[in-house]
C-alpha cells in the first residue's frame, strides 16, 4: 500500500510539472507567432507597403527640381519705343489743309480733262479775260457755281499750266487755270462734261494722258 500510494503521488507530480510547462511555453509560441504575423506582408499585396508617413527625402528633392523645370521663368520684356510725331513735308499732299481744293487730270468722254478731285469737271467762260476777275454774276452764277478755294495738284497730276486765284462773283477767290477762271456746271455728274458747249460759251479744259504721273 505504501508503494502504490507512493507511486501516486510520483504520477501526479509528474503531471503537474508536465501541466506547467505546457502553460509556460504558450505564451512564447503565442509571441513568436505575433511577431512573425507582423513581419509578413499581406498575401494580397504586390511588394512591401511603406508605411504612409514614410516618404523618401531623395524622392522630394527630385519632384521639386522637376516641378522647377517643367515650369521656366518668364522672359523679360524687351524694351519698346514708340516713334515720335514726324515732321511734315512740304510736299506731302495726302492731307490737304482746310480751304484747299485738289485738281486733278481725269479721263472723260471728251479725253483727259482738268476737274475737281471726286471727278466735278470745271470749265472755262469764253467771255471771261485771261488774268481778269470773272465775270459769270448772278443768274449765271447759279447754273455755274465758280470753283473756288486754294488750288492744290493732286500728288498723282503734273499740269503743263499753272493755278492762280481771281476775284470772282461776289467777292469770292475763284481758282484760275492760266489765267482763265474756273466753273462747275450746277447738277452735274461726276466724270459728266454735258455743260461743254453750251451757248458755245463753255469749255473744258483739255488736258493729256501724259500729265499723269506714272511712277
Same mark, same amino acid.
Given at each position: 500500500?505504501?508503494?502504490?500510494?507512493?507511486?501516486?503521488?510520483?504520477?501526479?507530480?509528474?503531471?503537474?510539472?508536465?501541466?506547467?510547462?505546457?502553460?509556460?511555453?504558450?505564451?512564447?509560441?503565442?509571441?513568436?507567432?505575433?511577431?512573425?504575423?507582423?513581419?509578413?506582408?499581406?498575401?494580397?499585396?504586390?511588394?512591401?507597403?511603406?508605411?504612409?508617413?514614410?516618404?523618401?527625402?531623395?524622392?522630394?528633392?527630385?519632384?521639386?527640381?522637376?516641378?522647377?523645370?517643367?515650369?521656366?521663368?518668364?522672359?523679360?520684356?524687351?524694351?519698346?519705343?514708340?516713334?515720335?510725331?514726324?515732321?511734315?513735308?512740304?510736299?506731302?499732299?495726302?492731307?490737304?489743309?482746310?480751304?484747299? $481744293?485738289?485738281?486733278?487730270?481725269?479721263?472723260?468722254?471728251?479725253?483727259?480733262?482738268?476737274?475737281?478731285?471726286?471727278?466735278?469737271?470745271?470749265?472755262?467762260?469764253?467771255?471771261?479775260?485771261?488774268?481778269?476777275?470773272?465775270?459769270?454774276?448772278?443768274?449765271?452764277?447759279?447754273?455755274?457755281?465758280?470753283?473756288?478755294?486754294?488750288?492744290?495738284?493732286?500728288?498723282?497730276?503734273?499740269?503743263?499750266?499753272?493755278?492762280?486765284?481771281?476775284?470772282?462773283?461776289?467777292?469770292?477767290?475763284?481758282?484760275?487755270?492760266?489765267?482763265?477762271?474756273?466753273?462747275?456746271?450746277?447738277?452735274?455728274?461726276?466724270?459728266? $462734261?454735258?455743260?461743254?458747249?453750251?451757248?458755245?460759251?463753255?469749255?473744258?479744259?483739255?488736258?493729256?494722258?501724259?500729265?499723269?504721273?506714272?511712277?
Amino acid at each position: 500500500m505504501r508503494k502504490s500510494g507512493w507511486t501516486a503521488a510520483t504520477g501526479i507530480g509528474s503531471l503537474v510539472l508536465l501541466l506547467a510547462a505546457c502553460g509556460g511555453s504558450s505564451p512564447s509560441t503565442s509571441a513568436a507567432g505575433s511577431g512573425s504575423s507582423a513581419a509578413q506582408p499581406s498575401s494580397g499585396s504586390s511588394g512591401p507597403v511603406a508605411p504612409a508617413s514614410s516618404v523618401s527625402p531623395v524622392a522630394t528633392a527630385t519632384k521639386s527640381a522637376k516641378g522647377s523645370s517643367s515650369s521656366p521663368a518668364a522672359p523679360s520684356p524687351k524694351p519698346h519705343h514708340t516713334a515720335g510725331p514726324q515732321p511734315s513735308s512740304a510736299d506731302d499732299q495726302s492731307i490737304p489743309a482746310v480751304g484747299t $481744293t485738289v485738281m486733278i487730270v481725269q479721263h472723260s468722254n471728251l479725253g483727259y480733262v482738268l476737274a475737281k478731285a471726286g471727278g466735278q469737271v470745271v470749265y472755262t467762260y469764253s467771255k471771261d479775260k485771261k488774268g481778269g476777275p470773272g465775270t459769270c454774276t448772278g443768274s449765271c452764277a447759279s447754273t455755274w457755281p465758280a470753283a473756288t478755294g486754294t488750288p492744290q495738284a493732286g500728288p498723282a497730276d503734273h499740269f503743263p499750266g499753272t493755278f492762280t486765284v481771281v476775284k470772282g462773283a461776289g467777292g469770292v477767290q475763284q481758282i484760275a487755270y492760266n489765267g482763265m477762271p474756273l466753273y462747275t456746271f450746277a447738277g452735274a455728274k461726276p466724270y459728266s $462734261t454735258a455743260g461743254n458747249g453750251i451757248d458755245g460759251l463753255w469749255h473744258v479744259v483739255k488736258l493729256s494722258a501724259g500729265d499723269i504721273i506714272t511712277s
